[in-house]
């Protein structure tokens, strides 16, 4: 089930629809021996291996997508006898009677709860907590959401199987002279530090102003920053505390960057900055890691896991030690950026959709046999 898959060309697209679009391109491909039906909202996309099923009118209101999914999709799920259901984003129809599994990409609404309108904030955190104790097993995008689940959901760690997403192969280092025609083309600077994220709280802009306000003051030759991303909720401070700082030549903000344009602006970028506050997995910093851009990020929830060793880790609570880092790794000790480039490369191959789809088919084969 995912009805949440969008191929809009918005900043809605990413995230949890790459996820849905990946799987359902891949699962019939690893897992051939299944037989696929997959519910969508999205008519644009369709890929082969699989049956899909479309609502009889399609709608962006979330109260008519949530009545689909608990009744429409249950009762095809009956009419059709499928052996599993599988929900791609916390939730499940919870009337239909087979087996299921549910993914849980993070507890957002639960760590952060300003963040969210109140009606929407507890239809997530119901919703996923009953999808939950339904499941057969529970997918985690990551350990340190299988920790929340288990501390703030009270999940059982047995039903818990932590399955990393998987980076698109679009992102890879691209020929430099190819880089170089595209950033004339768009612009971008010369040399720049990159941040790609969502204007919202939860992503640390703020801390990565201030941090870099300080990185101005120690660096002899600044480099700018160039922040890319749609704009989410509470931006308006970002762009104001540019002002107050008096950084509007030195910030640059790209808007929503296309997926198109994504590689080649990771590519482009001297260094990527990553100081969120809470992530369930982290794509970007894989991203950036494939693309063979040296990678600073947070030292909280899942960034660890995803960074490894192949980046530097900094509390998002202390822009002095992100400042410092940024100033370090472009004009203390620039040899390591060689360094840090191979090993991101290095590491972040491990996060293969190939190899993703092939664990959650696994997934699949233990909850059909402890339902045997």
Not at 77 to 98: D, I, Q, T
Request: with cysteine; proline share 8%; aromatic share 10%.
């Amino acid at each position: 089930m995912a009805t949440l898959l969008s191929t809009a060309p918005s900043y809605r697209g990413a995230g949890i629809h790459q996820y849905s679009q990946a799987l359902l391109t891949f699962l019939p491909q690893q897992a051939p021996h299944f037989h696929y039906h997959a519910f969508l909202m999205d008519r644009g996309f369709a890929p082969a291996g699989l049956t899909p099923h479309y609502p009889a009118r399609l709608s962006a209101k979330p109260w008519q997508r949530i009545l689909w999914e608990q009744l429409q999709v249950a009762r095809l799920a009956r009419r059709l006898e499928l052996a599993l259901l599988h929900g791609f984003a916390y939730a499940l129809p919870l009337a239909a009677p087979m087996p299921k599994v549910v993914t849980v990409h993070d507890l957002t609404f639960l760590r952060f709860p300003q963040a969210f309108p109140r009606t929407r904030r507890h239809y997530l955190a119901r919703m996923t907590a009953l999808s939950c104790r339904r499941a057969r097993v529970v997918i985690a995008d990551s350990k340190a959401t299988a920790h929340d689940l288990q501390a703030l959901l009270q999940v059982p760690a047995e039903k818990i199987v932590v399955v990393y997403p998987g980076v698109d192969a679009r992102y890879r280092p691209l020929p430099e002279r190819a880089v170089e025609a595209y950033r004339a083309k768009k612009q971008w600077p010369d040399r720049f530090i990159l941040m790609v994220g969502t204007l919202e709280p939860r992503k640390n802009h703020l801390g990565l102003i201030e941090a870099y306000a300080i990185y101005r003051g120690l660096a002899q030759r600044p480099l700018p920053l160039v922040i890319g991303g749609g704009k989410g909720w509470h931006y308006r401070q970002i762009f104001q505390r540019v002002q107050a700082l008096g950084l509007e030549q030195h910030v640059h903000f790209l808007g929503f960057v296309p997926w198109e344009d994504l590689p080649w602006l990771y590519n482009a970028a001297t260094l990527f900055v990553y100081p969120s506050r809470y992530e369930g997995f982290g794509l970007p910093v894989a991203e950036a890691m494939r693309c063979g851009v040296p990678v600073i990020t947070s030292n909280a929830s899942s960034l660890p896991e995803v960074a490894g060793h192949a980046a530097i880790t900094i509390d998002p609570n202390e822009p002095e030690a992100l400042a410092r880092a940024m100033w370090t790794v472009t004009e203390k000790e620039p040899e390591r950026l060689a360094a840090m480039r191979e090993q991101g490369i290095h590491h972040a191959q491990q996060f293969q959709w190939e190899r993703a789809a092939a664990q959650t088919a696994r997934v699949y084969a233990r909850a059909l046999h402890d339902h045997a």
